[in-house]
């Protein structure tokens, strides 16, 4: 990987500190609120490091939580695939979110692990597209963890299972926004959730392929935590992160 302009002190054997938060079950728009105040945070520090030729350092972070049940559209998606009216959000006990990151209309909800990094790539690499493989990778390798073959799918984001044949499935969605190249919004890995939600949207904008989950996959519930920790690591090797916990 391409380094860019660090200004983020370097941690052991050159890691790039990156403190991991799990946040838990958290309310879609307060979850939303907080990206918001830190990636503005770490934009205000990257305004004064250039008005002021300084070199302060910016913070990194990885946050996991998981969402009660919701639905949101990207700002390059379409209403109409969200195949809910306003009484059958509320029979569901979901809500729905307009926002700012790119992509269609997805699902979150318990039992998905819901990745917020918000990371100065400045720090890392200043490469979108790369920074999107390499979370897909994360997710790719945590899947070969439980002995799934998993890849990508030519001209969409995501995780998807047999994305070579009919058989196409997605595990995990992918949408981001960037702003003076620091992130927020993430990915929605499908580990314990509820498949039957994803039946009132068109995935992602995709009416031809299924949504599958871990569970699904396996025949039997996985351990969140165990999960959540062997997806975390990979992360941080990818990115040669060196985590930090409060």
């Not at 054997?13 to 958290?26: A, S, V």
């Not at 039946?199 to 992602?204: F, G, T």
């Amino acid at each position: 990987m391409n380094k860019g302009n660090s200004s983020s002190p370097l941690g052991a054997e050159g890691l790039i500190p990156t403190q991991f938060i799990d946040w838990g079950l958290t309310d879609y728009q307060d979850a939303w609120d907080r990206q918001e105040d830190l990636l503005n945070k770490t934009v205000a520090v990257k305004t004064q490091n250039r008005v002021n030729e300084t070199q302060l350092p910016t913070p990194n972070y990885l946050i996991f939580n998981e969402h009660p049940h919701v639905y949101t559209l990207g700002k390059s998606g379409h209403p109409e695939n969200l195949l809910l009216d306003e009484a059958g959000l509320k029979e569901k006990q979901a809500t729905y979110y307009k926002i700012n990151r790119g992509g269609d209309i997805t699902y979150h909800g318990p039992g998905q692990i819901v990745g917020y990094p918000i990371l100065d790539l400045d720090n890392f690499f200043t490469d979108i597209h790369l920074y999107l493989r390499t979370l897909e990778e994360a997710v790719i390798l945590t899947l070969k963890d439980y002995g799934i073959e998993a890849g990508r799918y030519t001209g969409y984001t995501g995780v998807w299972l047999d994305a070579d044949n009919e058989k196409a499935r997605k595990i995990c969605a992918l949408g981001v926004r960037c702003s003076r190249w620091v992130t927020m919004h993430g990915f929605a890995f499908n580990v314990n959730v509820d498949l039957d939600y994803f039946k009132n949207i068109v995935p992602c904008g995709i009416d031809d392929k299924a949504v599958t989950s871990l569970t699904k996959e396996l025949g039997h519930k996985l351990d969140m935590e165990e999960v959540k920790g062997k997806l975390k690591n990979h992360i941080a090797d990818l990115f040669k992160m060196e985590l930090i916990y409060d």
